[in-house]
């Protein structure tokens, strides 16, 4: 139980183009979903959470409007890259949590883009 | 900022061994702690949670959690060469969230 998908695994992409990535929980109901970019060698870093059916709750110095984050269900959400660059190179990750273990984070595969 | 803190490693262990691994937290209100695996490339793994003092164990696995240190640590016994990753620490911050606030890592290398 408790398993996360995303969707692409891998994708690169021109610079300033546009990137969604889907999040889904597939065998669970995900009251709460998250969002985590890793560069190499360095730790997680949340960028936002997001709730059904609610906006998403950006962390400081994440740009709302450049990561455009849906949660339109209870098992997707999606995170959209607008305008990438390549700076936006990273490893993206989405985690989810169920209504009857809120403080465990279920994480995805991952999700690595390359912008050219 | 709330920390989290690990010795980035790479702490390297013979196989068969047992792999102590550190954790130090600076939030004292903080009440749930985890402990998660990535291996290189990969994303984040569970391997334990624990949310009161004391040892808890699972398999090869026990973590270790002092509220009153603020330290939490995995023990990981019979060391074998898969287990070689990035073991993460992460814990929920004070104040009601569920977010989790995670450790850089330290990197465990299991030698044969």
């Known amino acids: 139980g408790a398993v996360v998908s995303q969707h692409p695994s891998r994708v690169i992409c021109k610079s300033g183009t546009s990137v969604k990535i889907e999040c889904r929980s597939l065998?669970?109901?995900?009251?709460?979903m998250f969002w985590y970019r890793q560069f190499p060698k360095q730790s997680l870093m949340l960028m936002a959470t997001?709730?059904?059916?609610?906006?998403?709750?950006?962390e400081q110095g994440v740009e709302k409007d450049k990561f455009l984050i849906n949660h339109a269900s209870l098992t997707l959400s999606t995170l959209t890259v607008t305008s990438a660059h390549p700076e936006d190179s990273s490893f993206y990750i989405c985690?989810?949590?169920?209504?009857?273990?809120?403080?465990?984070?279920?994480f995805g595969p991952g999700t690595r883009l390359l912008v050219l | 900022q709330k920390e989290v803190e690990q010795n980035s490693g790479p702490l390297s262990v013979p196989e068969g061994a047992i792999a102590s691994l550190n954790c130090t937290y600076s939030?004292?209100?903080?009440?749930?702690f985890f402990w998660y695996r990535q291996y290189s490339g990969k994303s984040p793994e569970l391997i334990m949670s624990?949310?009161?003092?004391g040892d808890k164990e699972d398999g090869r696995f026990t973590a270790q959690l002092n509220k009153a240190s603020q330290y939490v640590s995995l023990l990981i016994r019979d060391s074998q060469p898969s287990d070689s990753a990035t073991y993460l620490c992460?814990?929920?911050?004070?104040?009601?969230?569920?977010?989790?606030?995670f450790g850089a890592g330290t990197r465990l290398a299991v030698h044969p």
């Open positions: 985690s989810a949590t169920s209504r009857g273990a809120q403080e465990t984070q279920y």
């Open positions: 065998d669970f109901q995900a009251t709460t």
């Open positions: 997001s709730n059904e059916g609610s906006k998403a709750t950006y």
């Open positions: 939030d004292r209100g903080s009440q749930s």
């Open positions: 624990i949310y009161s003092n």
């Open positions: 992460a814990v929920t911050p004070s104040g009601g969230y569920n977010k989790l606030i």
